[in-house]
């Protein structure tokens, strides 16, 4: 029976900053930051991070499929919010998954992404689950006018992997190889990563551990380096994935485009990212072979089978790639990443605790967006209650649970505020009507002012709804944007 990959999906913010914008203004300070300020890099809304952003790339990638399969998860970032919860219980439950499946964080290193989808992988081979969703995140930080300003970017991507004929891309080998060779570093506690010279990184790390691993993924699967007719390694800097091909007998025409210029490097989603796009692109048959690097190096190969043509989230990857905002704001991409130290004004002045007894109580309601369903007359509500909220009915305890995040919804009225405190003025919200039924007030993310409007098309994404900066803690909650035009 094929054992790999049954789907796949990315998430790109829809914030482009151009590169030219964050050198220009550093210009005065790091002139030499002009020779890497080609094309954009993403930029988180202030309202995303690691979480948020998996969210998003692991609903994409559950589309279709039933969700009940599904009995693990692992969530792979460097920069997830929360050092002591299991930052992975917030994605299964935005997802609304069975709360009897297994969840896991996985962090540390730059190859965490590639660790967890080959953990998945192992245990999908034991017998020990079903469905494995592998999730991985970054919101990445920079010091400014460094060069990881520009190289860094902000995504998730999302590989589920399981059995049968629903396999796009088989396992056809893997191989691991642990060295504490540190390339940079972060300190618990500390933002922003040191990072050593790069001739050193590309010399002694990239050139000797990577293939390494490479042979032995080779190896396992008695091929050799020609075979392979995709190439990730998603290593941030120039040449390297070149440099290793030409070492390991790679055909040069098989290196994937590391995205630098697209979107910068994404950390421990970025292989994964990459994966996705090759995938999109791939032909059945063809070998991919998928790195990471960090503090050792994994090396996954995948084999396409004729199920690729058939993926129904083919171009998914390519198509949020191409599309995106541009972004020319410099301040606003400082402000967005905590980087300036805005006044915002007395109406900002209140205490945010969170009551979290309360969020376990509802925690489908407030994380999953499970609303009620009448089962005497079928009206939809939100939240759900005990009486029926149609007039014409009014039924006691006949509410089931039902769904609200994956529904459209109609705008019927909307504001945009500028005496409400929000990080990106003015505050839009309203009121929005769900296809089938149900009315909510809701926030309104990622809007141009000017561009809502009554009747416009709405969907739900997960997203931070506050922050309680005495505590540390942050709140997530279910906002309204405009569904993209075909």
């Not at 030409?246 to 210029?261: F, H, Q, R």
Request: hydrophobic share 40%; net charge negative; proline share 3%.
């Amino acid at each position: 029976m094929l054992l790999g990959v049954v789907s796949y999906a990315a998430y790109l913010p829809s914030r482009r900053i151009e590169k030219k914008a964050i050198a220009s203004a550093n210009q005065w300070f790091s002139p030499g930051l002009r020779g890497l300020a080609r094309g954009h890099r993403t930029m988180a809304g202030w309202d995303e991070d690691s979480i948020t952003m998996s969210v998003e790339a692991a609903r994409m990638c559950l589309g279709g499929h039933d969700r009940s399969a599904v009995d693990s998860l692992i969530f792979a970032s460097t920069t997830a919010p929360f050092a002591d919860r299991l930052n992975a219980s917030v994605v299964a439950s935005a997802l609304t998954l069975d709360e009897g499946l297994n969840a896991e964080d996985a962090g540390g290193s730059q190859r965490a992404g590639t660790s967890a989808l080959i953990s998945g992988l192992r245990a999908l081979k034991s017998g020990e689950v079903n469905r494995a969703l592998v999730v991985a995140g970054e919101l990445r930080s920079a010091k400014v006018a460094s060069v990881q300003e520009l190289q860094f970017g902000d995504g998730a991507a999302a590989i589920m992997v399981g059995s049968g004929e629903d396999v796009v891309a088989e396992l056809v080998a893997s191989h691991s190889m642990t060295s504490d060779f540190v390339d940079h570093f972060r300190s618990a506690g500390e933002r922003f990563d040191y990072s050593w010279e790069d001739r050193w990184i590309r010399d002694e790390g990239l050139a000797k551990i990577v293939p390494k691993a490479i042979e032995g993924a080779l190896g396992k699967a008695d091929m050799s380096g020609e075979d392979i007719d995709a190439f990730i390694m998603p290593h941030a800097m120039r040449g390297a994935s070149v440099k290793i091909a030409k070492i390991c007998g790679i055909p040069l025409g098989s290196v994937c485009d590391t995205l630098g210029e697209q979107c910068g490097n994404l950390g421990v989603a970025h292989p994964l990212l990459m994966l996705a796009l090759a995938l999109d692109e791939a032909k059945p048959g063809q070998n991919i072979l998928v790195t990471g690097f960090g503090q050792g190096c994994d090396a996954i190969i995948l084999r396409t089978t004729d199920r690729i043509c058939k993926f129904a989230g083919r171009m998914q990857a390519v198509n949020m790639l191409s599309s995106g905002v541009n972004e020319d704001n410099y301040l606003k991409f400082l402000a967005f990443k905590g980087m300036l130290e805005l006044e915002k004004g007395m109406r900002a002045e209140h205490d945010s605790k969170a009551a979290l007894s309360t969020l376990y109580r509802r925690r489908d309601m407030i994380t999953g967006l499970i609303g009620g369903q009448c089962s005497a007359c079928g009206t939809a509500q939100f939240p759900r209650s005990r009486t029926c909220a149609s007039p014409n009915c009014g039924a006691v305890d006949t509410q089931k649970p039902y769904s609200f995040a994956e529904k459209q919804a109609k705008v019927l009225s909307w504001s945009a505020d500028y005496l409400a405190y929000t990080p990106d003025p003015p505050q839009h919200y309203g009121v929005i009507d769900f296809d089938g039924g149900g009315r909510f007030m809701a926030d309104f993310t990622d809007i141009e002012q000017g561009s809502i409007d009554s009747g416009s098309r709405v969907r739900m994404v997960f997203r931070i709804k506050g922050f309680d900066e005495k505590r540390g803690f942050r709140k997530y909650f279910w906002k309204a944007t405009l569904v993209a035009e075909e």
